[in-house]
């Protein structure tokens, strides 16, 4: 696919980075020249400098002729117009970044009115993550797949204390599920039968819901069954705004904590189920005197990376059962979900997430990028027709870095192994390096178009620009 | 440092090499060169091995770091070069540092030769000369970039290294499509030469040389005087000028006309002014030569543009001994040898973009005197040229001048006269080829030292790959950390 990205901030470099290594011709503009040469030397991408939201500029680089066209831009509406303009260009599908809470109402009329065929608010998105694992049982568990039959869980190697030191294929505990992949020392390791386990390893597991749920129950060191009442937010900006919102409207009782007064006003005033304290957040007397250690749930949204990391680590230490905070650089997600924190979360990430699914449109049903973006767990339909139907697994030439964790067929879920053949229509959640994605594609899909093909339509008269 | 990956890399390259060696096997079996023969054989045997060993080196991890890109391409272009002198030697053409000296000259599309008896050589051996030529001209590394898709993001690292020019940049969002673009290009434009030189009446297989020698901007002919005997045939002199001339238009022109971007195409600064300073020296030299050496305008029109451009564009064919011209036509050659043509064209030397935007610089500078707080960015057909590109191409020109003073003294000890020592360096650092006096057109390079055509062997390199590829990679601290 031919894909246009305007704006290289963190969101399109982590977008341009997911896409370009897949199968995708992808073109960044930007005004600043810094943020392309960092995307240039990294990624193979075509850099344009320039406004994006200029017409000729947008004619230049085909924007018309493009299948795709994603505007992130610092500014909503600057996204809007480019939105707009390629759309009149001819572009069939284009995005854009709407972040501003207030024109969170007229998604919809962006949708059907101004014909933007997907608008991602990285704040909205991170806040009902937040708030899907506040509201969920387990906080191992991360996300659901297949409609909520399969789980993809992580689990600290410490809690199941008889794995350590075994090869998994020795261990005898993963009944019904899968290792897809052990965090260790800052690496992803994609495990087979003869990796050994070692006790500070992460695992991620998929598997069959109810069967990881007992395994889980059966230890009670990997955490209580917990659904939280009461939660705390840190900082006042729009995802906890959203946060609050979301959790409000589910009946939780909500406390935010803001240093800004005109903000608290507006929250109070805005969250009337909500209590709004004016203060400051760092201040560990204030903490005390609003019951921290009472919480079920603490939320670090503040601005601040390292500030989120300190108060999310103080409220684990005072014994808050689940604790979330916000990262804004992906790259250090793994590493504080390591040091104990329950969950940090990366709106780019998960904005990014958003977009590459409604990219890849039907291929994948449901998909989630982990340690900070190296992996994604994705849910694809076998199509009919697919090279991988009727061949052995072990003999249709998986990549290395592509695990099928499981397979949901007419309703039944199961872990497919070395001899299961797969058919079509078949459900198959499946962990995968980045890097790997084109090689997992070309297992399920059809070949579509081949070296010929891409030098011909390279030349086909596609700079004209179009004009209607 | 990532040398697994360097190795396959350079495994990879050797095995395109290999195999690349098949055209002049086939050559040597129709001619029934038996000595040939098993040199091609017992080369590809060598480059098999070698290639097939490097290839697999694990690596430590699949990705490769900026420095590791610089790594391979000079490595990989010393490596390469090693390994094409193999034939020359195994076929008992030329010893060791002949040998080598003469594959550096035809990857680096330069074209100087230190053959005494070219003549006498077997036919697959010349074949092989001319094909380094071509496999050189756009790049042996932006050729693997093409065919294999191994080198990943640092593709762009590898492909910017390689490529000449201020700023090399790819026109499509994959580098591995744009090499497939920019190899296709090169091919149709080699064929069409090809067609062309056939036409004009050379046999085949003197078209082919000829086709190879003039699309890369190369020089190797069959003859030690090369082309004085077709000097009388004026379709091929014109059609080998024409096709010159093309080989130094910067190759993503070439694109832009193909997908209908006339205008852009024809109105890129660069081209316009390799064009008017072609035009100028033509019309220059052919007034200076208009009476005292040809009775004719057009003889001397002709034989002048087939010169100019041999030399501007850096290629050195030679059909006259320009060596015998008035002073004032030898000095324009020998300014041009520091001009070159366009980035991003198959030529050599400083290119015709680097000098307008010094020109620039000298004019803002020249401006400043007067209004010492003008803003004057360095605005190069319409778009304004980054800061960095400005100081990387003021920096290119001081380093050239540099290593072309440290040259002709190193190369002074050689004994030659100056006219001569000064022309060998320039003839190589530029990828001309062809100097004056004792390196002019009827002379050669045979007549240095072994050092010495180590020495310029070294300059050759140097120049192709623009100066600072590989004096990074040779510095200290390259190395250190």
Request: charged letters at 15%; glycine letters at 12%.
């Amino acid at each position: 696919m031919d894909i246009l990205i305007v704006g290289m901030g963190k969101l399109g470099y982590k977008l341009a980075e997911t896409l370009s290594s897949g199968e995708h011709n992808i073109t960044v503009v930007d005004v600043e020249e810094q943020a392309l040469q960092r995307a240039v030397n990294r990624l193979d991408v075509l850099a344009v400098t320039g406004n994006g939201a200029q017409l000729q500029l947008l004619q230049e680089v085909g924007a018309g002729k493009k299948d795709l066209v994603v505007a992130v831009t610092s500014s909503d509406e600057i996204n809007v117009l480019i939105c707009l303009t390629a759309k009149k260009l001819g572009c069939p599908r284009v995005a854009a970044r709407v972040r501003h809470p207030e024109y969170a109402g007229q998604i919809d009329f962006f949708k059907e009115q101004l014909a933007i065929d997907f608008i991602t608010n990285p704040e909205l998105d991170t806040a009902n993550e937040v708030a899907r694992y506040l509201l969920r049982g387990y906080t191992s568990h991360l996300e659901s797949f297949a409609g909520g039959r399969v789980g993809l869980f992580e689990v600290p190697a410490q809690g199941l204390p008889e794995v350590v030191g075994k090869t998994l294929a020795e261990a005898d505990v993963f009944r019904d599920m899968l290792v897809v992949a052990i965090y260790r020392d800052g690496e992803v390791l994609i495990p087979s039968g003869a990796t050994r386990v070692e006790s500070d390893d992460l695992l991620q597991l998929i598997g069959r819901r109810e069967a990881v749920t007992a395994l889980i129950r059966g230890h009670g060191a990997l955490g209580q069954r917990h659904v939280a009442k009461k939660v705390m937010i840190l900082g006042g900006g729009k995802a906890a705004f959203y946060l609050a919102g979301r959790l409000l409207a589910s009946g939780l009782s909500v406390k935010i904590i803001e240093q800004d007064e005109e903000r608290c006003n507006y929250l109070a005033a805005q969250l009337p189920g909500a209590l709004v304290i004016c203060g400051d957040g760092t201040d560990l007397d204030l903490l005390q005197d609003e019951n921290l250690a009472e919480m079920d749930a603490l939320v670090s949204f503040t601005g601040h990376d390292e500030e989120n990391l300190m108060l999310a680590l103080l409220g684990k230490q005072q014994g808050v059962p689940k604790v979330v905070a916000k990262v804004s650089r992906s790259n250090f997600v793994p590493i504080i979900e390591q040091l104990g924190i329950d969950r940090a979360v990366n709106p780019v990430l998960i904005s990014a997430g958003e977009l590459v699914r409604f990219i890849q449109g039907g291929q994948i049903a449901s998909l989630s990028l982990m340690f900070g973006g190296q992996a994604e767990v994705l849910e694809m339909v076998v199509p009919p027709g697919a090279p991988i139907i009727g061949r052995k697994l072990s003999e249709a030439r998986i990549p290395q870095g592509v695990i099928l964790g499981a397979v949901v067929r007419r309703g039944q879920v199961f872990i497919p192994k070395g001899d299961s053949v797969l058919q079509g229509q078949d459900r198959v959640i499946a962990f995968c390096l980045h890097r790997e994605l084109p090689a997992l594609n070309k297992l399920f899909y059809p070949k579509r178009k081949g070296l010929g093909h891409e030098l011909w339509t390279g030349r086909k008269g596609a700079g004209k620009p179009s004009a209607d | 440092m990532n040398f697994g990956l360097v190795a396959r890399v350079l495994g990879n390259l050797l095995l395109i090499e290999g195999a690349a060696m098949v055209f002049p096997l086939g050559i040597s079996l129709y001619y029934q060169e038996r000595s040939a023969v098993i040199g091609f054989l017992l080369s590809m045997g060598i480059l098999g091995l070698t290639g097939l060993f490097l290839s697999n080196i694990p690596s430590s991890s699949p990705r490769l770091k900026a420095r590791e890109a610089i790594l391979i391409v000079t490595i990989g272009w010393v490596v390469v070069s090693f390994f094409a002198a193999l034939p020359f030697v195994l076929s008992g053409s030329a010893f060791l540092v002949d040998a080598f000296f003469e594959a550096v000259s035809g990857l680096t599309t330069t074209g100087a030769s230190v053959l005494r008896d070219v003549e006498g050589l077997p036919k697959g051996v010349l074949f092989w000369r001319s094909l380094l030529h071509w496999l050189g001209g756009m790049g042996i590394l932006v050729l693997t970039l093409a065919i294999l898709p191994i080198l990943g993001v640092v593709g762009f690292q590898v492909f910017k290294a390689e490529s000449p020019g201020p700023s090399p940049d790819k026109f499509t969002p994959r580098i591995a499509a744009t090499s497939k673009i920019l190899y296709t290009i090169y091919g149709v434009l080699t064929a069409a030469i090809l067609l062309g030189v056939r036409a004009a009446g050379v046999p085949w297989f003197e078209s082919f040389v000829l086709a190879f020698g003039t699309v890369s901007t190369g020089g190797f002919g069959l003859y030690s005087d090369s082309l004085a005997r077709w000097s009388a045939n004026s379709p091929l002199i014109v059609l080998l000028a024409a096709a010159m001339f093309l080989a130094g238009v910067n190759f993503s022109l070439y694109y832009d006309l193909a997908k209908g971007r006339w205008r852009q195409a024809l109105g890129n600064a660069e081209l316009r002014w390799y064009v008017a300073i072609m035009a100028l020296s033509v019309l220059t030299v052919a007034l200076n030569l208009y009476g005292p050496v040809y009775g004719s305008i057009g003889e001397a029109l002709k034989q002048a543009w087939f010169q100019v451009g041999s030399v501007m564009t850096t290629t050195g064919y030679s059909t006259v001994d320009f060596d015998l011209w008035p002073s004032f036509s030898k000095g324009i050659l020998f300014t041009l040898m520091f001009v070159g043509a366009s980035a991003g064209s198959t030529s050599g030397s400083v290119k015709v973009v680097r000098l307008l935007v010094a020109a620039k610089v000298v004019k803002r500078e020249l401006s400043r005197v007067l209004h010492p707080r003008a803003a004057k960015p360095v605005v190069i057909g319409g778009r304004v040229m980054p800061p960095e590109v400005v100081q990387g191409v003021v920096g290119f020109l001081l380093l050239y001048a540099a290593v072309f003073a440290l040259g002709f003294l190193v190369i002074s000890l050689e004994g030659l006269d100056l006219l001569s020592s000064m022309g060998a360096v320039a003839a190589t650092l530029g990828n001309v080829g062809v100097g004056l006096g004792a390196v002019g057109p009827r002379g050669s390079f045979a007549s240095f030292s072994s050092p010495g055509k180590l020495f310029l062997s070294f300059l050759m390199l140097l120049g192709r790959l623009e100066l600072f590829t590989m004096l990074a990679a040779l510095s200290p601290r390259f190395w250190r950390e």
